[in-house]
């Protein structure tokens, strides 16, 4: 038996899905090519002449049985090139995601459910992978659930959420990988089973803003493209999420540079937050759900940690889990 497998990662096979020829894009023109775009004709003309090429891996057998996976994506180092690149342009070692929350730095945790179409019609949002756009969450008004069946979602009288855990899709969604930030007064919504909740836990170093600062980099975000495999017709992260390398500061003031941008976004638009729906409230009868929601605005205030910047929050209050 071989001791040695070889993958071959071609992304394109000259066709399109209904079958008509798929030609190369001039990038300085943005125009069609005459020439078909067909990578697994190259990488098998590669492979045949011993040649060396990109998305071509020779991965030995004990490995591909330790790890359990036989899938050529997994493989393809092209995709950890860029987190290999920025950690060496930032001076810093690399750390997964597994041994973060192994070293109990974060917590990391699924959603809650889903409930049935016959039963989205209350007050308490419920969000799906496809609401997880652009570092927000996004409350759609056909998708709201009722006190009871929050709580049996929640397996509680809470969602168990706090103001500045992080969500990604971690199944059957293009978006696994793209993340939002819960911010004071959005904890009280049910989650899609098919999520992940990054938390942290030990803010020696790390701090939620620098969290979601190193998984908004593109070349961590190109890594959940090889851990994303295809279940059947759907994407799935399954326990390979732990794999996903990110920038380990090298002290807590560093990682607060990194972030300030972040920091500085996120408590402007939370301040924000709070002071819009304080005036709608007394008349949140009158509004849709996208306004104003059955959830009271926790009192804000920046992480556990974190080193205040501006814009100021205000002071002599905590950040609150929902109730």
């Known amino acids: 038996m071989a001791s040695h497998v070889v993958f071959l990662n ?36 590669a492979y045949l002449a ?27 180092e092209r995709y950890n090139a ?6 060496k342009d930032l001076s810093v070692d ?40 652009g570092l927000r969450i996004n409350v759609n008004p056909t998708n709201l659930v009722t006190d009871a069946v929050a709580r049996r979602l929640w397996r509680g009288p809470s969602s168990g959420l706090q103001a500045w855990d992080v969500l990604t899709p971690n199944r059957a969604s293009s978006n696994i990988g793209e993340f939002a930030m819960i911010l004071p007064g959005e904890e009280k919504v049910v989650l899609t089973k098919e999520v992940f909740v990054l938390r942290v836990i030990d803010y020696e170093v790390w701090d939620a803003f620098y969290l979601l600062w190193s ?67 007394g008349a949140s009868s009158l509004y849709i759900a996208t306004v104003v929601t059955d959830g009271v605005p926790s009192p804000l205030e920046a992480p556990e940690g974190t080193i205040r910047t501006e814009p100021s929050v205000p002071s002599g209050v905590a950040a609150s889990e929902d109730s």
């Open 50 to 76: 011993g040649t060396p090429a990109d998305g071509i891996c020779n991965i030995p057998l004990h490995d591909i049985y330790e790890r359990r996976v036989l899938v050529p994506t997994y493989y393809d």
């Open 10 to 45: 071609p992304r394109t096979c000259g066709i399109y899905k209904n079958g008509a020829p798929r030609f190369k894009t001039d990038p300085a023109t943005g125009k069609r090519t005459s020439l078909i775009d067909n990578e697994l004709a190259d990488a098998v003309e």
């Open 94 to 133: 690399g750390v997964t995601i597994g041994d973060l929350v192994d070293e109990a730095t974060i917590h990391v945790r699924a959603g809650h459910g889903s409930p049935g179409n016959d039963q989205r019609a209350g007050h308490i949002p419920y969000l799906k992978v496809s609401d997880i756009r």
């Open 215 to 281: 998984l908004s980099l593109q070349a961590v975000r190109e890594q959940w493209r090889r851990i994303a495999l295809m279940q059947t017709n759907r994407e799935d992260c399954g326990d390979r999420y732990r794999e996903i390398i990110l920038p380990m500061p090298p002290s807590k003031e560093w990682a607060q540079r990194q972030s300030e941008a972040f920091r500085a976004y996120f408590l402007t638009i939370a301040a924000a937050k709070q002071q819009f729906l304080a005036s709608v409230r």
């Open 82 to 87: 860029g987190i290999s690149a920025l950690l």
